[in-house]
């Protein structure tokens, strides 16, 4: 399929950000974006990068009333050598893919939306911050759009991609974070929606995190939805513990989100020779090893914080501090493992990294 090209008139330009040390994250837009089409029995058309504008749909989309709405978050990093590169993207429609499968929803071609992708990041090069710790974040997104009212699978889909430039997620930046555990309220099930990066896992997040900010909290850490005594993860992040000389983090079990980042840790930790287990992990053992001294870190990860040190877990009114509330050595080592692999700062063994750009100049 041909992928048509339409360039914003001079006119419709946005101004970019004057001060990258001020990016915060999803507030800023870039020039350009991609978008396709899907109808039954007739598949995917009509691909084409445009000017970032306005999307019309009906009111009796299905989207809005029934929820089939799925997308993915993945970034493009300004490397220090002038050069464009993307980390794992592949790996990100992917699980959109997956993601559609579980929502009823069509399969996009990977070849050709990577590069719909790839252009939209090199017409809106101009957007790449560079500055430490930014990056230009990249959300594809599904949406149902066929008008009807009536529980069943959409018939039409509209497949977008849109750019922005941003900083750090959270506004702790890598200084530790305070996480809340939520023990009434449940993101997900297994046999759920939990594996899915849809927008429902969100919604059904949104009251117990605004209770935990409103603590002075920065996150949520969810129990599992059958017992409330297991670890899954927190609303934007996998979790992991260091535990005496293992790490460990939640079992892809079905209720919790397959992250990127999570699998990037996992194998990196692995070829540092660590010790790591995916297992279930109460918050009884958590909360012990804490207090015994045998909690030595606790992170996050996910692509738009990276690595999120935990500085403390608060657990039925008490609080835990967790690596006398500094980042950890390992998790700090994990970060700056990472970073240095998106912004194409040393060798990548994994075949995660991909330059799009050779240098970008003017």
Same mark, same amino acid.
């Given at each position: 399929?041909?992928?048509?090209?339409? %360039?914003?008139?001079?006119?419709?330009?946005?101004?970019?950000?004057?001060?990258?040390?001020?990016?915060?994250?999803?507030?800023?837009?870039?020039?350009?974006?991609?978008?396709? %089409?899907?109808?039954?029995?007739?598949?995917?058309?009509?691909?084409?990068?445009?000017?970032?504008?306005?999307?019309?749909?009906?009111?009796?989309?299905?989207?809005?009333?029934?929820?089939? %709405?799925?997308?993915?978050?993945?970034?493009?990093?300004?490397?220090?050598?002038? =050069?464009?590169?993307?980390?794992?993207?592949?790996?990100?429609?992917?699980?959109?893919?997956?993601? =559609?499968?579980?929502?009823?929803?069509?399969?996009?071609?990977?070849?050709?939306?990577?590069?719909?992708?790839?252009?939209?990041?090199?017409?809106?090069?101009?957007?790449?911050?560079?500055?430490?710790?930014?990056?230009?974040?990249?959300?594809?997104?599904?949406?149902?759009? %066929?008008?009807?009212?009536?529980?069943?699978?959409?018939?039409?889909?509209?497949?977008?991609?849109?750019?922005?430039?941003?900083?750090?997620?959270?506004?702790?930046?890598?200084?530790?974070?305070?996480?809340?555990?939520?023990?009434?309220?449940?993101?997900?099930?297994?046999?759920?929606?939990?594996?899915?990066? &849809?927008?429902?896992? +969100?919604?059904?997040?949104?009251? =117990?995190?605004?209770?935990?900010?409103? $603590?002075?909290? &920065?996150?949520?850490?969810?129990?599992?939805?059958?017992?409330?005594?297991?670890?899954?993860?927190?609303?934007?992040?996998?979790?992991?513990?260091?535990?005496?000389?293992?790490?460990?983090?939640?079992?892809?079990?079905?209720?919790?989100?397959?992250?990127?980042?999570?699998?990037?840790?996992?194998?990196?930790? $692995?070829?540092?020779?660590?010790?790591?287990?995916?297992?279930?992990?109460?918050?009884?053992?958590?909360?012990?090893?804490?207090?015994?001294?045998?909690?030595?870190?606790?992170?996050?990860?996910? &692509?738009?914080?990276?690595?999120?040190?935990?500085?403390?877990?608060?657990?039925?009114?008490?609080?835990?501090?967790?690596?006398?509330?500094?980042?950890?050595?390992?998790?700090?080592?994990?970060?700056?493992?990472?970073?240095?692999?998106? +912004?194409?700062?040393?060798?990548?063994?994994?075949?995660?990294?991909?330059?799009?750009?050779?240098?970008?100049?003017?």
């Amino acid at each position: 399929m041909e992928i048509r090209v339409t %360039e914003a008139d001079p006119s419709e330009l946005r101004p970019k950000p004057s001060d990258e040390s001020k990016l915060a994250f999803g507030d800023i837009f870039s020039d350009h974006m991609f978008i396709m %089409e899907y109808e039954s029995g007739k598949g995917w058309f009509n691909s084409h990068i445009r000017t970032y504008s306005d999307i019309s749909i009906d009111p009796a989309a299905m989207s809005i009333h029934y929820g089939q %709405e799925i997308f993915e978050g993945l970034k493009a990093y300004g490397g220090r050598d002038g =050069a464009i590169y993307l980390f794992r993207a592949k790996d990100n429609f992917e699980r959109l893919n997956r993601s =559609a499968k579980r929502m009823c929803m069509p399969e996009v071609d990977i070849p050709l939306v990577m590069e719909g992708m790839k252009r939209l990041v090199l017409l809106d090069k101009g957007w790449v911050p560079r500055s430490n710790g930014t990056s230009l974040y990249i959300r594809p997104t599904m949406i149902a759009t %066929e008008p009807h009212l009536g529980v069943r699978p959409s018939k039409t889909y509209l497949f977008f991609i849109i750019t922005g430039p941003v900083g750090a997620y959270y506004k702790e930046g890598l200084n530790p974070v305070k996480i809340y555990v939520e023990d009434y309220y449940v993101r997900a099930a297994q046999g759920g929606t939990g594996e899915a990066k &849809t927008a429902g896992n +969100y919604a059904a997040s949104l009251l =117990a995190s605004e209770k935990a900010k409103d $603590k002075g909290f &920065t996150q949520v850490l969810w129990l599992d939805a059958a017992e409330r005594k297991y670890v899954e993860e927190v609303g934007t992040m996998n979790m992991f513990f260091v535990m005496d000389d293992k790490v460990i983090t939640a079992p892809l079990t079905g209720s919790i989100l397959p992250g990127i980042t999570r699998d990037s840790a996992i194998q990196i930790l $692995k070829d540092w020779g660590k010790d790591v287990t995916e297992r279930s992990l109460s918050i009884d053992e958590v909360i012990e090893a804490a207090n015994n001294g045998r909690l030595k870190e606790a992170f996050g990860t996910g &692509t738009a914080a990276v690595i999120s040190p935990v500085g403390q877990i608060t657990y039925k009114g008490i609080d835990h501090i967790v690596s006398d509330g500094k980042m950890g050595a390992l998790s700090l080592k994990l970060y700056n493992e990472i970073v240095s692999l998106q +912004y194409g700062e040393k060798g990548d063994s994994h075949g995660w990294v991909e330059r799009i750009v050779q240098e970008v100049t003017g």
